[in-house]
């Protein structure tokens, strides 16, 4: 932690907004990245099953902490060990920590995996030590193989490291809390150079492979809680081969995803993003003006990160002004940056006059506007409102977004390894926490485009997905 003293809840958003930080240093400046070192914060837990739809795949439930982190369990070894991973989009390596390293408090996971115990372990590396650096972070490991179970699926041997070390970085950054990560990054999807050894196998190009899944896909739907209270189950769904029907409304409209960063990431060429009309979201859309976001424009769609990110001469020079104007926000006593946090404080009296935000991509159908209402691009530490987005220079071609579970909770997302998204509004989902005391309504949204309503009964949740953000792939490793 830094000196700056404050209360927990507020460490929370600020490790949020670090952990963002430190997933993409590869591509931020030293100054930068050395600042969010300084601080971590925290994770969490909870076993989740598999059960098989039969129809558009197998659903896998995932687990929401604190709408901060969604988890899957997974059955790996001869016998099974379940390990408690984070569902993450934005990097690919898939890692777990031994139960020794656990034990002699080298790694700072739930328990580990234990090797030993399974009779379908194999060390690729011949003991030799395999070093991941995450553009901060890092930890020293065996390259590995062994069973992975996910209800009926199974991979027989699966690729993963198994780490024997985590710097104080990494080890401060767990706390204990889950057992590792399986990146889902796109990787060229099915026309990625295998021999590469900068390639870590996906596990839906193994089960596209093996013939257990007819469809090289799989899908989010990310729930989120109003409270924004402890591990919670029923946090979405993660669909191996297919979707659930029950999570989205209207057409699954799919974008050619773009290339940046050498074909790594899930991303989307981002034609314009636009201040809405405050109706928009009841009626046909509306926009008051559209931003301008620059050319040659990118989203990266990443499940691994919690808040939006836009580059900083966008987030102060045209976002902040853009909704000030628009919302009326006295520029006085509006927002106000944190450089030490990169978080945007203000008065949270002011919520509910934040205008929509409208997205449109390339490579599909541009003329359909994604909207985010007030309520999804706020969050709060239980006092006071910030935005739930931050800005974020990364050094790759064009002008690049991080579109994180703010993003993703109010979209269907379905993510196909032959080289397109596909994206729907997503229905039958809770809000995540906005206003203080859990002051969201569970309001039913009407979504444009006869998309039909966005229902929200229950105890169903939506916010964000955790910032895994030492988890970069390998197109990081040193």
């Not at 989205?248 to 050619?256: A, F, Q, R």
């Not at 979201?281 to 939006?308: C, V």
């Not at 628009?326 to 927002?335: D, K, L």
Request: proline share 4%; with cysteine.
């Amino acid at each position: 932690m830094n000196s700056l003293q404050v209360a927990p809840q507020t460490a929370g958003l600020q490790a949020q907004s670090f952990r963002t930080t430190l997933k993409y240093a590869q591509f931020l400046p030293d100054s930068v990245v050395a600042s969010a070192k300084q601080s971590v914060s925290e994770q969490v837990t909870l076993p989740l099953a598999l059960e098989k739809d039969g129809v558009m795949g197998a659903i896998a439930p995932l687990d929401n902490q604190n709408d901060n982190a969604y988890f899957i369990t997974i059955a790996v070894g001869t016998p099974a060990q379940n390990l408690l991973v984070q569902i993450d989009t934005g990097s690919s390596v898939a890692w777990t920590s031994s139960a020794w390293c656990v034990a002699a408090k080298k790694c700072n996971e739930n328990s580990g995996y234990n090797q030993t115990a399974s009779s379908t372990y194999t060390n690729l590396t011949s003991n030799a030590v395999t070093n991941i650096t995450y553009g901060s972070g890092s930890l020293n490991g065996w390259l590995s193989s062994d069973k992975f179970v996910w209800g009926n699926y199974t991979i027989a041997q699966q690729t993963f490291v198994l780490a024997n070390y985590e710097d104080s970085v990494l080890y401060n950054q767990q706390q204990h809390s889950n057992d590792g990560l399986i990146g889902l990054a796109y990787q060229n999807g099915l026309q990625a150079n295998t021999s590469d050894p900068s390639y870590h196998p996906n596990i839906i190009v193994q089960l596209s492979k093996s013939n257990q899944i007819q469809e090289p896909v799989f899908s989010l739907w990310l729930n989120g809680s109003s409270t924004g209270g402890s591990l919670q189950s029923n946090g979405g769904e993660f669909v191996i081969g297919g979707t659930d029907v029950r999570h989205y409304t209207g057409d699954i409209l799919n974008y050619t995803v773009s290339s940046i960063a050498k074909g790594y990431f899930w991303s989307l060429g981002l034609d314009s993003v636009q201040i809405m009309a405050y109706d928009s979201l009841t009626a046909n859309p509306k926009y008051q003006s559209i931003l301008n976001i620059g050319r040659d424009a990118h989203a990266i769609l990443d499940s691994g990160t919690t808040f939006l990110t836009c580059p900083s001469n966008f987030f102060s020079n045209t976002l902040l002004p853009s909704l000030s104007t628009a919302s009326g926000i006295p520029g006085g006593i509006g927002f106000h940056f944190s450089q030490n946090t990169g978080l945007t404080r203000f008065n949270c009296s002011f919520a509910s006059s934040l205008p929509p935000l409208g997205f449109t991509f390339s490579g599909g159908p541009t003329s359909l506007i994604y909207q985010l209402d007030w309520q999804d691009y706020i969050t709060n530490d239980g006092k006071d409102c910030y935005l739930a987005i931050q800005p974020l220079d990364i050094g790759v071609s064009g002008s690049v977004w991080i579109l994180g579970d703010v993003f993703l909770r109010r979209v269907y997302s379905v993510y196909d390894l032959r080289g397109t998204i596909g994206l729907a509004y997503a229905s039958n989902t809770f809000l995540g926490k906005g206003l203080p005391g859990g002051g969201v309504a569970q309001v039913a949204h009407v979504t444009p485009h006869s998309h039909g309503q966005r229902e929200c009964p229950n105890a169903l949740l939506l916010l964000v997905a955790f910032f895994s953000l030492f988890f970069v792939s390998s197109v990081f490793f040193s």
